[in-house]
């Protein structure tokens, strides 16, 4: 029995069933098989993602005086009183924290940040001495746990690339975050987008994905997915592009990552581009610094609401959002304090949580949703156009011996008593089946199950 691509991903992007039915001669063994892709090692994956990061500048100190001068009844912020640094002390702080607590997510590095300076070459106002040690820093206490993503070039002022300057317009069709992104065509915002990826690469650093700006790119999803798939691919070699643009805060409203333009699934060139959603405002500090968060609307002192409480219960991935000059709060850290609240409650809560970054998040979902389901007499068999760690599945019967085959190499499965030792090359019986989980390879998977 062959199931369709479509009929799969339908089923298993909507957390849904596959049913192989007993009718077809190799099954007679057993009168149904269901087989269904949960989340990784049975998990829900739990990230966070920071916007308007950078090496050294504070965003909303040279953010908010552009901002205003293309609005200025809305950005009335006093920006001279904020600090123009967020300290290299402090994201080391942070790292650490994020490294001893297995914090992951997403820490943007803006190429060309407020227009002052590129952080591949120098930022005028701190030495070059400054900005080496602080891209070593990222390297050695960011990267472990976060992917690494631009916010398009400079976050403020369009960049004309032909100059590398940015144009001389203050109005919201030159500015990133506003007009300029909304008619441009799939080509031009690739261009675009590889300019700011290649500033990253010049700074030894690695992506897979971007974030975009404010509105960049919200009345144009199709051409930024298209874009998006093509500028990372182009610079980076990146198998699974991902990018950050939307978020959604209404109770009931999926959040799970969107696998978008799939092709070539069938041959040696597959690719998707991945729509990481997130699921909380910014309610940490503000994306200036100047407003004051609420860990409760996270996840309350009694652990009972809040938008996190209701994302996990739910299964979907719960990431949340925020800024980093709010974390930072002017050198008060309310922010981080926060994050650090929040992190404590879910401990105290839940013990089936995984933190990942937004890389893996997308690599497992575009596994899932693209992945198709064959079986035969006494196996089921995975045929993958991409590899992702951790596939879990329940199946419906009672398993007493699995192995998983790749390429010729067959590896047991373990039996395991207790669900929460779920990993990589076990499996667990439940009364009315089982869960299994391996490392899913490029290509052809076989389950053999007994």
Request: hydrophobic share 35%; proline share 6%.
């Amino acid at each position: 029995m062959n199931i369709s691509r479509r009929s799969f991903v339908r089923m298993a992007g909507m957390g849904g069933i596959t049913t192989l039915s007993s009718h077809y001669p190799d099954m007679a063994y057993r009168k149904t098989l269901e087989i269904k892709v949960l989340n990784p090692y049975n998990r829900v994956p739990v990230s966070l993602i920071i916007d308007d990061s950078t090496c050294l500048v504070n965003m909303a100190y040279y953010g908010i005086p552009q901002f205003g001068e293309v609005f200025p009844e809305q950005y009335k912020q006093d920006w001279r009183k904020l600090p123009r640094e967020i300290p290299d002390t402090f994201v080391r702080e942070f790292g650490e924290w994020s490294l001893e607590n297995g914090v992951k997510g997403k820490y943007s590095i803006v190429p060309f940040p407020a227009c002052t300076g590129w952080v591949s070459r120098f930022i005028p106002g701190w030495t070059e001495g400054e900005l080496k040690k602080s891209l070593d820093l990222v390297r050695e206490v960011i990267l472990p746990n976060w992917d690494i993503h631009p916010e398009m070039v400079s976050h403020t002022r369009v960049i004309d690339l032909k100059t590398g300057q940015p144009y001389p317009y203050a109005t919201p069709e030159y500015m990133e975050n506003w007009e300029w992104s909304q008619k441009k065509s799939a080509d031009e915002l690739a261009a675009y987008q590889v300019y700011a990826l290649k500033i990253l690469k010049e700074a030894g650093l690695p992506c897979e994905g971007l974030t975009t700006p404010g509105g960049y790119g919200g009345r144009n999803q199709n051409n930024l997915a298209l874009s998006t798939l093509e500028a990372v691919r182009d610079v980076y070699g990146a198998e699974i592009p991902h990018y950050f643009r939307d978020l959604f805060t209404e109770k009931g409203k999926s959040v799970a990552p969107q696998v978008l333009n799939p092709s070539g699934l069938d041959g040696d060139d597959p690719r998707c581009v991945v729509s990481i959603l997130g699921c909380t405002g910014d309610w940490f500090g503000g994306w200036d610094g100047l407003v004051t968060g609420d860990t409760n609307k996270f996840i309350t002192e009694n652990l009972q609401s809040g938008r996190m409480v209701e994302v996990i219960e739910s299964g979907e991935p719960a990431i949340m959002v925020c800024h980093w000059p709010g974390i930072y709060y002017n050198g008060d850290k309310v922010g981080f304090n926060i994050l650090k609240e929040i992190k404590k409650r879910l401990d105290q809560k839940y013990d089936n949580l995984i933190w990942m970054k937004l890389s893996g998040i997308s690599r497992y979902w575009a596994a899932k949703e693209l992945t198709t389901i064959l079986e035969s007499r006494d196996r089921f068999i995975l045929k993958a156009p991409f590899a992702t760690q951790g596939f879990t599945v329940r199946i419906n019967g009672a398993v007493r011996d699995a192995r998983i085959k790749t390429e010729g190499e067959e590896k047991p499965l373990a039996r395991i008593k207790d669900i929460k030792s779920l990993m990589e090359g076990t499996f667990f019986p439940e009364r009315t089946g089982s869960i299994l989980c391996f490392n899913l390879e490029k290509g052809r998977n076989d389950v053999i199950i007994a």
